[in-house]
């Protein structure tokens, strides 16, 4: 066993039932990524990227084969424990941001911190240094009307980053925004991914997102077609 490895799965495939049709959408994947790897899942439309996604983020399991998560096999946990697993190691970062609105960047950050057992002053100073990391002081009390595009995915990296977890879960993070502000948001990911030795997955079917990963896994019809290593 590789205590190196963060994430790995064996012969995974995901079939979805559509009326009568099965749909395989993952057709025997097996891959593993290391701790501290900045990864780039890719693929057109329908390629399984998002199915994919959502099996590595526990808010999916596979129909068949074997997912390990931090050494645990968590393909077999129930959803209780797959909620939990989410919440303790693995940071979301979506294309629509999925910010509350009127409220501020410090209450966004702060939010996953209330399902945990930290008190109300430490959540404000974990929220205040996650904002701090992405760039954010002075901008804290700062509604999220009042917040760009940029500044907007940074709150939502900010709160994915607050429980400290081993890894962060990035699908199509600059789809939403201008081109300059999303070279700056993955520069940021390069960051995070090598100040702070977090494991960064990033799902896209963008070149210029991927362009930062050290390495780039291409999807096909449900099954890796290849994979690039810088």
Avoid: W
Avoid at 75 to 96: M, P
Avoid at 206 to 227: F, N, T
Wanted: hydrophobic content about 35%; glycine content about 8%; overall charge neutral.
């Amino acid at each position: 066993m590789d205590n190196n490895k963060i994430i790995r799965m064996e012969n995974i495939t995901r079939v979805y039932k559509v009326g009568e049709t099965e749909v395989k959408a993952l057709r025997g994947v097996s891959y593993s990524i290391q701790q501290g790897d900045l990864v780039a899942i890719m693929g057109p439309s329908g390629s399984g990227k998002s199915t994919l996604m959502n099996i590595i983020g526990c808010l999916d399991k596979p129909t068949e084969g074997k997912y390990f998560l931090e050494n645990q096999e968590v393909s077999t946990f129930d959803k209780n424990k797959l909620a939990h697993i989410r919440n303790k190691n693995i940071g979301f970062v979506f294309q629509n941001f999925n910010l509350l609105a009127r409220t501020t960047a410090l209450e966004n950050t702060e939010l996953p911190l209330l399902y945990s057992n930290v008190s109300r002053k430490n959540a404000k100073e974990l929220a205040l240094q996650a904002l701090s990391s992405v760039g954010l002081e002075g901008r804290e009390l700062h509604r999220t009307n009042q917040l760009s595009g940029g500044e907007m995915q940074r709150v939502a990296i900010a709160r994915a980053l607050v429980n400290s977890p081993s890894i962060l879960l990035a699908d199509e993070p600059t789809g939403n925004l201008d081109t300059k502000t999303g070279k700056e948001i993955i520069e940021l990911f390069g960051k995070l991914n090598q100040e702070k030795n977090i494991t960064v997955i990033l799902v896209t079917h963008d070149p210029d997102v991927s362009s930062a990963a050290h390495k780039r896994v291409h999807l096909r019809d449900g099954q890796i077609e290849e994979e690039e290593k810088e």
